[in-house]
């Protein structure tokens, strides 16, 4: 491990793949060096590597690692690499993109071992291409739901640069909304229970220069009722094809103080987010994660020892809650009453 600072979160170097270890961040910018698809599994599992299109990004890679411990000379055990796959898709259930980005590469796996890793470096380099138009189209959205006064935005988990390749999504709007000067303030939830607001939005705002205060994600709907909030902005794990999304647990509620107080609701993802194998979020398997999580905080316990508790690190928002869902392409799903003619 090293420890720098750098301004992208992946990068292929010397048959390793290199990431921000985000379970260090506020306090320490270090960087992981992996060199095989179980300290991949295990980087993913813990979270070092997070945010849905990372995950598709580092899935590509996982692959190349995959091919490269099956590979003596020419001979490659396809087998073994397609078990490794299997593993690495599984490693973590509700961001699509992670068994998207894996099954990428290992469409490429037969046509030799450069051919993954092309296919990973390419994935590598679309992602910030994608996230950048989504990030605009979705100002443009933004812009012409809100068109009136500098916006307060509220956001929540962390869709920068660190979920991302680079840019980010929801968060790469408010950069874009910010440079076009039209960001008044950031609310930020904190976003229990591992807080990826708190460390790594906040973070990646004051890199940035945006300004930003943090809430506790209790406070968010106090604050639309007090008319601090002007549009709320997310990100998205998976997307069903009737548009329910399924994103950090919190947004769903969200959602609900949002339409009680008529604040627009915008999703920004890829298109690689969007699950049209699935009708609805009935179909979503939303991830459960360890009590440990719930149980302690900063490493201090906050509830009686052997407390049962229940982690969802998901939820599933109805479309019917959210004014717009906006990709590369452009606003693909939008409520009529709130963009009209947006789809
Ligand atoms: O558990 P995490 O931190 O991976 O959850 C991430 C999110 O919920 C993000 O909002 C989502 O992946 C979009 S990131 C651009």
């Not at 299109?53 to 020419?74: C, E």
């Not at 739901?145 to 660190?162: S, Y």
């Not at 609805?280 to 316990?301: M, N, T």
């Not at 479309?319 to 906006?326: D, E, G, K, Y």
Request: glycine share 8%; with cysteine.
């Amino acid at each position: 491990m090293q420890t720098a600072t750098h301004d992208y979160s992946l990068r292929w170097e010397e048959d390793a793949l290199l990431t921000v270890d985000q379970r260090q961040l506020p306090h320490t910018v270090r960087l992981l060096r992996i060199t095989t698809v179980d300290e991949l599994i295990e980087a993913i599992r813990s979270l070092a590597i997070r945010g849905a299109p990372a995950l598709g990004v580092a899935g590509a890679f996982g692959v190349v690692l995959a091919m490269r411990a099956h590979s003596t000379g020419t001979d490659v055990d396809f087998g073994g690499v397609h078990r490794d796959a299997e593993r690495l898709a599984r490693a973590r259930p509700t961001a699509v993109n992670l068994a998207w980005g894996v099954r990428r590469a290992l469409g490429k796996v037969s046509s030799g071992r450069d051919a993954a890793l092309n296919e990973a470096l390419a994935m590598l380099a679309e992602d910030e291409r994608v996230n950048r138009s989504a990030a605009e189209n979705a100002a443009d959205v933004v812009l012409r739901l809100c068109p009136d006064r500098p916006l307060r935005v509220l956001t929540h988990c962390n869709t920068g640069r660190l979920a991302t390749a680079a840019f980010g999504t929801a968060l790469g709007a408010i950069r874009v909304l910010a440079g076009r000067g039209r960001i008044e303030g950031v609310l930020v939830d904190e976003t229990r229970p591992l807080l990826q607001g708190a460390r790594l939005t906040c973070w990646e705002l004051k890199e940035l220069h945006i300004p930003h205060r943090l809430v506790v994600d209790s406070a968010a709907a106090w604050a639309m009722a007090q008319g601090e909030v002007d549009c709320v902005l997310v990100g998205a794990d998976r997307i069903a094809a009737n548009g329910d999304t399924a994103n950090k647990i919190g947004t769903y509620s969200l959602a609900l103080a949002a339409q009680r107080h008529r604040i627009p609701f915008v999703v920004v993802a890829p298109e690689s987010t969007r699950d049209l194998g699935i009708a609805s979020g009935r179909d979503i398997v939303v991830e459960e994660r360890g009590a440990e999580e719930v149980l302690e905080f900063g490493g201090a316990s906050v509830a009686p020892a052997a407390t049962s508790v229940y982690n969802p690190a998901f939820d599933v928002t109805p479309a019917n809650l959210i004014s717009a869902v906006v990709t590369e392409r452009g606003c693909v799903l939008a409520r009529d009453d709130l963009v009209p003619g947006g789809s």
